[in-house]
């Protein structure tokens, strides 16, 4: 009962939350640790929002620079972020092509955590760290339990695909 109660007076009191439906795409390069330049992008899609946050999921594909080849990552991740702050995690897959001519590939599945922060939305640069988490057994071919990466974008502005009206 008090459950109820708390959330009518939350929707009550919010009249700015509700669905919010958008997509920002962003391109980024930085650093991994223990094997290089790493760059890709990301679509992120809003889909509700409160007064303080949006929430959605974002998809991020992304190139990993390792002496003599590269990894590729690819995730789909849970979404909140603001003006400030973006926070992310989720689940993926890291491939590598191999053999004569690359037409092997080998995967594995790991887990996303991401974080990135800016100080203006649109004008300055956002910093973030992001892990790959992998299981080593099934992993062989990178040397750390986990692809730790820092690296940097530009937010774009969001392009507005539905956004509730005021009652």
Do not use: C
């Not at 991020?60 to 972020?81: A, Q």
């Amino acid at each position: 009962m008090f459950i109820a109660i708390y959330s009518i007076s939350l929707f009550a009191q919010n009249v700015e939350t509700g669905p919010h439906v958008y997509v920002s795409p962003r391109i980024n390069i930085g650093y991994t640790f223990g094997a290089g330049l790493n760059y890709g992008f990301d679509v992120v899609v809003g889909l509700y929002s409160t007064k303080n946050f949006n929430f959605g999921l974002a998809y991020s594909h992304y190139f990993v620079n390792v002496p003599k080849d590269f990894h590729r990552i690819k995730s789909i991740n849970l979404v909140i972020e603001n003006d400030m702050v973006n926070a992310r995690i989720g689940v993926g897959v890291v491939k590598r092509k191999w053999g004569l001519r690359n037409i092997n590939k080998a995967t594995a599945p790991g887990i996303s955590v991401d974080i990135s922060a800016g100080f203006d939305q649109y004008r300055a640069p956002w910093i973030g760290v992001k892990s790959f988490i992998i299981n080593r057994k099934r992993w062989t071919f990178f040397d750390l339990p986990s692809y730790i990466s820092i690296y940097g974008y530009f937010k774009t502005e969001e392009i507005e695909i539905y956004e509730q009206a005021d009652p």
